[in-house]
């Protein structure tokens, strides 16, 4: 690398006057009557930025230094000097400053150092990276896949690649992306005016993935303990906060472990991420919290320091229907949880995480394991304050006659199952697992309100411009 980073500087301890190269962007400059310029400079490798202080006698000072504006890349090279500032440990004493790339009509340049909106800063997501916000969620977004990777390594789990195209809807919404190379302008038909898929790259109907579960779940019933972290696809027209067309999930399989186990394992999980988090990452917190004006650091401890409530779902029903206030989507035995429901029993009822468990069959997908009532699925969903949803799991059903019940049940293709059938068949173990929402737990940890600040470039419905 021709130039150190700012974190380098900071982490490195380099030695104070000795002369070193960086280079960045121009988030703010200033000029001083007195023939100097302060030049604030950041590279994105820490939340911290740099003062550069160009004095008159530099060569191109008049030329260039003077005009410099926010957004300008730079290479600097100077002396690194303790700044008198307190707040600023340390600023560089510039001996020559070349301009890489000028803005072209300044005034026109869409991240200028005032507050913008996230509305407005979707709308430049190309350049949005570029804030002081989105830099810091996505360092953090970093560590914290890092921690999970060390996470499952030290508890001798083995990371699964599972595909991303997939001919199965795992979670029976139908709500799928279509994988093609026909021509839709060319469309070959059949005798029933049907497309006749077999003359597709696939020879079959294939979408992008909802889930890459049922695969995991084939090396789950040979290596034990599995998971798999990458994109899924969902075409659901869902514009709210929570929800994007493509997010990253963490998906865990485990043999040999019941619902129970991977409860267990899920509150382990957020708790370690939250106590990592806490532990590097206090300027990040530190900073989100003053804009987002929250106490960040109170909202992860009560993660970390309080046990999760765990209750069955007959016992949340019966809370909602007594707690008298009016919801706008009616509780009915049956039917799912609503955002609403999610948000009383987090934010209000128990005032933290709750997981509920044992769902009834009817609102979870054909793969749970029915429980001997034959009403409910060994499920479980981790809600979170504020975010609802962030993990949805179960124990899986491994007995082929059951599994095949509920396969008919729900009018699936046998046929198109007959891989998945095949692990209930050659040497069935008990397992289980569940999936974290990537975004949602991050937005959650940053506080922030919509998990499109989350992701660089969100893709909702009519959104994928970038
Ligand atoms: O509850 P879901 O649908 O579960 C599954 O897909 C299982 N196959 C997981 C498993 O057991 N291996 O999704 C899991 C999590 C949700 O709890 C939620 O946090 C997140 O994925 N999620 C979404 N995040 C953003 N946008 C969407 N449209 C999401 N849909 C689900
Ligand atoms: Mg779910």
């Known amino acids: 690398m021709l130039v150190s980073s700012i974190s380098q500087l900071i982490k490195d301890k380099i030695k104070v006057n000795s002369e070193i190269t960086i280079?960045?962007?121009?988030?703010?400059?200033?000029?001083?009557?007195?023939?100097?310029?302060?030049?604030?400079?950041?590279?994105?490798?820490?939340?911290?930025?740099?003062?550069?202080?160009?004095?008159?006698?530099?060569?191109?000072?008049k030329k260039e230094i003077l005009l410099i504006t926010s957004g300008c890349s730079l290479i600097v090279i100077g002396k690194l000097v303790k700044s008198p500032k307190k707040l600023q440990n340390y600023e560089i004493q510039a001996s020559?400053?070349?301009?890489?790339?000028?803005?072209?009509?300044?005034?026109?340049?869409?991240?200028?150092?005032?507050?913008?909106?996230?509305?407005?800063?979707?709308?430049?997501?190309?350049?949005?990276?570029?804030?002081?916000?989105?830099?810091?969620?996505?360092?953090?977004?970093?560590?914290?896949?890092?921690?999970?990777?060390?996470f499952f390594h030290k508890n001798n789990f083995f990371w699964i690649n599972t595909p991303l195209i997939t001919t199965l809807d795992t979670e029976g919404s139908g709500k799928m992306f279509r994988v093609s190379t026909l021509n839709f302008k060319k469309l070959f038909l059949d005798k029933y005016q049907t497309i006749n898929f077999k003359k597709d790259f696939f020879g079959k109907e294939s979408f992008l993935t909802v889930s890459g579960q049922l695969n995991l779940e084939s090396y789950a019933c040979s290596m034990s303990k599995v998971y798999t972290f990458g994109p899924t696809f969902r075409a659901e027209n869902s514009n709210t906060n929570r929800h994007l067309a493509e997010f990253w999930m963490l998906e865990i399989e485990m043999s040999f472990a019941n619902l129970k186990n991977i409860i267990n394992l899920s509150e382990k999980l957020?708790?370690?991420?939250?106590?990592?988090?806490?532990?590097?990452?206090?300027?990040?917190?530190?900073?989100?919290?003053?804009?987002?004006k929250i106490n960040l650091i109170n909202k992860i401890n009560k993660i970390i320091l309080n046990k999760f409530i765990i209750i069955d779902y007959n016992s949340v029903i019966k809370i909602l229907i007594k707690n008298g206030k009016k919801f706008k989507n009616q509780i009915i035995w049956g039917k799912d949880l609503s955002i609403e429901h999610e948000k009383y029993l987090t934010n209000k009822y128990f005032d933290g995480p709750v997981i509920v468990y044992n769902y009834p069959k009817e609102i979870k997908a054909?793969?749970?394991?029915?429980?001997?009532?034959?009403?409910?699925?060994?499920?479980?969903?981790?809600?979170?304050?504020?975010?609802?949803?962030?993990?949805g799991g179960s124990q899986r059903e491994h007995r082929i006659n059951i599994l095949d019940n509920r396969i008919n049940e729900l009018k699936l293709n046998k046929k198109d199952y007959w891989w998945y059938r095949d692990l209930r068949k050659y040497g069935t173990v008990i397992h289980s697992g569940f999936g974290l929402g990537f975004e949602r737990f991050i937005a959650y940890i940053t506080g922030s309100c919509n998990i499109r600040e989350i992701i660089p470039f969100p893709r909702t419905p009519y959104n994928a411009k970038f």
Not at 24 to 45: A, E, M, N, P
Not at 270 to 292: T, V
């Open 270 to 292: 957020l708790k370690h991420l939250c106590k990592k988090f806490l532990n590097n990452h206090i300027d990040e917190i530190n900073f989100l919290s003053k804009i987002k």
């Open 96 to 150: 020559q400053i070349k301009i890489l790339g000028w803005v072209k009509n300044p005034e026109r340049y869409p991240i200028t150092p005032k507050k913008h909106s996230l509305e407005y800063l979707r709308e430049v997501s190309h350049l949005r990276s570029r804030t002081k916000l989105i830099s810091s969620i996505t360092r953090i977004k970093h560590n914290i896949a890092l921690y999970i990777h060390n």
């Open 366 to 391: 054909f793969y749970m394991y029915l429980n001997n009532d034959k009403k409910t699925v060994a499920s479980m969903d981790v809600l979170f304050p504020d975010i609802g949803e962030i993990i």
């Open 23 to 61: 280079g960045g962007w121009v988030r703010t400059k200033r000029h001083s009557k007195i023939g100097i310029t302060f030049i604030v400079l950041y590279d994105g490798s820490c939340i911290n930025d740099i003062q550069i202080i160009a004095n008159s006698s530099l060569d191109n000072y």
